[in-house]
DNA sequence: AATTTTACTTGCAAAACGAAAGTAAAATTA
DNA sequence: TAATTTTACTTTCGTTTTGCAAGTAAAATT
């Protein structure tokens, strides 16, 4: 089988999103942890700095990948949602997470690499199950 | 099948890595453009910076991703290479090209488009592949 | 009506970025 | 062997980004 690049594969053009952290914890929060707020973004452990939140969720959301919405009787509180195409991006974060639980597992619960094990086994399953969660 | 994460997930313990993009491109570079020297990551079409790609090597090479060494006869040009480490993040590059090629196809080549369509069909096929060519 | 919450904005110091020029060791060329 | 080129950086400095901390206005709650 041969995989052979002529040109350019276009892995650059996606590096203003996954080549900054702080977007990839919004994207994670809301894929595995199920944030949808402002408020809930911001009180992750990483403390990410409300300036730099507002920028990244309005870039997230010019690039397509997340909606910014409100509840029926709310119209104070933001819900961000994903799009498909950023449902789409489960896999990566998959993988992300994977990596980090082998490489870095000095860091991680017993707890996870019992989840993660799991995911490894069976990643369609994984990606299936979050995104009927997500596709709410 | 029930995924829940008890504790925060180590995804943000990566993220100077991942969440990089000159370090990405490097990798990049290293596992799809077969590129080894400093030249060959200079005279990518992004054109990183001469101090920042010298940055980037070093944090790689100091996070265990990367080697860099020299060939015998030669004690001037440094040959990097992937460690296992950097090798295991194979996955996270392919699916991150996979979504590009998805989402950004707009600029990308018919070419690399079939390549991309080869990749999906049988992930674990390419990157077997790859991870031999890796490992020499 | 008063207070709290939410999602920001603002000011500013520090850090990072990146263009462009320079440098020294090593290889190549004449 | 001397001159030139190549390689992998380093340095300078202006610009941009980051992020802390305080402030703000609309909307919700008390």
Redesign the interface.
């Known amino acids: ?1 041969d ?14 999103i ?8 919004i994207l ?1 929060d809301m894929m ?2 199920g944030k949808k707020t402002f408020g809930e973004f911001s009180s ?3 403390k990410i700095a409300t300036n730099i939140l507002t920028d990244r969720l309005q870039t997230l959301e010019q690039t397509g990948l997340i909606t910014k919405g409100k509840l029926p009787d709310n119209k104070k509180t933001n819900i961000y949602k994903l799009t498909e ?1 950023g449902i ?2 489960l ?15 000095e ?3 017993e ?2 690499q019992k ?1 993660a094990a ?2 490894q086994k069976d990643k369609e ?2 990606i299936k ?2 995104r009927s969660r997500l596709a709410d």
Do not use: Q
């Open positions: 089988m995989y052979k690049f002529r040109s350019n594969c276009p892995i650059s053009s996606v590096l203003d996954i080549g900054d952290k702080w977007s990839l914890l994670r595995f942890a992750s452990s990483e195409k789409d991006f896999p990566v974060m998959t993988e992300v997470m994977l990596w980090s639980n082998k490489h870095l597992n860091h991680v619960s707890e996870n989840v799991m995911i399953a994984f199950v979050m």
